[in-house]
């Protein structure tokens, strides 16, 4: 970052201009009062930008909020947590309507003018019923400083809620971005497996929104893999209502860089906390591919090992085995040669033209024995870089995701199916 | 199958004028008597077929296979397990062929006419001076009704020795074939991450021989997925020798055409004992997709049903999940409708037109509670097909794979590293 940048609280509330609400409706769990159903509302008129999941099976909520996207700017966005409204057909697509709906209503807004997004279970019925009548509860709980009570009723199997907020400069004005996410399983390249919201009283031009959130995704939550699996939910909203006061940036303009700049810090500290927050991770590790021909081989390699079920498991273990990256290499259809290959881990080098290095043994158990490492590969075939972000493989997550039982025997009970 | 076939005792050894050894070197572990090291043994001069890895980090045997197969037939084949000699460099090319060439010399063979395999831990050094003095003892061993003994010598993480033999028909003569495999993990297609020998008496041409070998590797050891990762070592080698007394069966003969048959079902007979045999693994799913558009839109869909690790542990758990088959699909990449989708599970329809269907829960879950299910998907977009082999991904297996450190601890001991 070539410019000051200042941590602030707040989160999706931080930036002027918009207010943010959260309610219980029991979706997650009818006997609990966790927060369940979130709103973000823009006071003025705003900008928006979103990207969804790359997934041809796509949530009834993910269609409705393209649609809405497509048609003109959103101003509020509904999300709830607990069912995802996928693989639902048209009744699913009527209750993310209704969702929709009935928020406009509440706000004076037109229904296509609301955002809205769903995670939790797959192929279950909305239950409706609990959801609908807190609607207008939650809109008249808006409010400044629930930007936390927003970012806690998204999320499902994370154990704690993800949100960062920055103010930076922008010419003679002080601008802020605000954001949250929810993760933890289900989490895979193109893009993550997840929600995402950000807030911005940036005044930017829709040219420059679009390219910031565009390029931000690609090099984070594009990033990040946890176990593999790409969701029918995954959705990125970006709003910006230029509270701020600044004079709109143009797209290519030295404004719009510096909050491009901005924007990916924000959604890669967002990824990043993603993959931390993984269903039962207990490493976080950085793979960084050097010495690629080209971009995509540089990328395949990372790939390959980030998604390795066996490196990933040696990384829960506590084993420096470089032996299973190389392995995994090899397989990744990228372009390389053995002997030119060197593996570090943790900066100790581990594998030197493809055989093992001088580095003691001990030396190299101590650089993973800490929660969070880097593999560095260099394939000395190029100049193509890539760089990922990963976790290890556990046998709690795999004991975590035997079952999805329980959901359907509340359903049940709900009379849903 | 079209003919009659007959299982017979005797796995690799089955076959006329094939003698088979093992012995144990201490390479799995120098405390134990564990046999290790294996050879089989062409009395005859015979044609020979191999397909390897196609991981581009290869094993210094694979390397040195595909080299002795390139210069003609090989008739004797050593392996051992414990030490894949992957990641080995030039020591471990030269460890390979002394491999070759000390049983060449006790066999009164051309050191090329001697294949080599190893499996085991990647980036070790072979420990030579405990493997190599066996070679006398395990060339005089060879005998018949040893083909057992040769087919534990190859397994490592493996449960239990897999093998099978048949005899059938070819015109007015009985023909045998034989074989065995080893698996465990590093299970993935093309293909699967394993060893596996085969032997016959048939007297087929070269032309013949290799679109048998081709053909049942196709439809068997790639259709099989346990974690997805695919190792450096694999290989099939079959050895044919013509000592059934048969006419030599030329490329496209009827006889040809029912050897090619019968080496299928030796092929698919092994490629799922590694499936049933995978590490930690409780469940033999199989996958059969139909109603695609296109074979590598059918293939698409298998290989991304049989590889989500959500679906895998939803298997573990007797959970009937189709909304996790159905996301696998849908980042498939294939053309796929979510609408038009219907998925069995044992047999019961579980979804229907992308949405739920009406069999009862108890009834779904009553279905994947057995050790073997199938799950069907048909994507009602097409007639193209496509079958695969899968199986559970247990907490169990993540566990064991966690550390590799005693093979380590074993090779400091060893003076190795």
Redesign the interface.
Known sequence: MDFPITRIKGGIGAAKGFATSAVSCGIKNPESDRLDLGLIYSEVPCKSAGMFT?????AAPVKVSQANLRKGSIRAVVANSGNAN????LPGIHDAKSMCGDVAKGLGLKSTEVGVCSTG????PMPMTRLSPNIPTLVSGLGKKKGNDFARAIITSDTHEKEVAISFDLGDHRVRIGGCVKGA??I?PSMATMLCFITTDANVAQACLDEAVREAVEESFNRITI??????NDTVIVLANGESGMPSARRNSPACRQFRTAMKWVMLELAKAIVRDGERVTKFVTVEVAGARTHLDAKKVAEAVC????VK??W????P????I??????SRAR?R??LIDISIGGKLA?I????ADTP?DEL?EAVSGREFVIQINLNQGEAKYRMYSSD???????F?????AY?KQA?KDGL?
Chains 1, 2 share one sequence.
């Not at 790359?54 to 796509?58: F, G, P, S, Y």
């Open positions: 790359t997934n041809k099976v796509k996928a693989c639902t057909g279970v797959i192929g279950l399983g289900m895979c176990d593999g699996d790409m969701s029918t998604k390795s079920a066996l498991a040696s829960n273990g506590g084993d085995n470089w032996g299973r190389i392995h995994a290499v090899g397989y390389i053995e002997e594998c033209g493809g055989l093992q043994m158990r493989l556990s046998p709690e997550y795999v004991d995701n035997r079952s999805e039982y359907w049940r199916v």
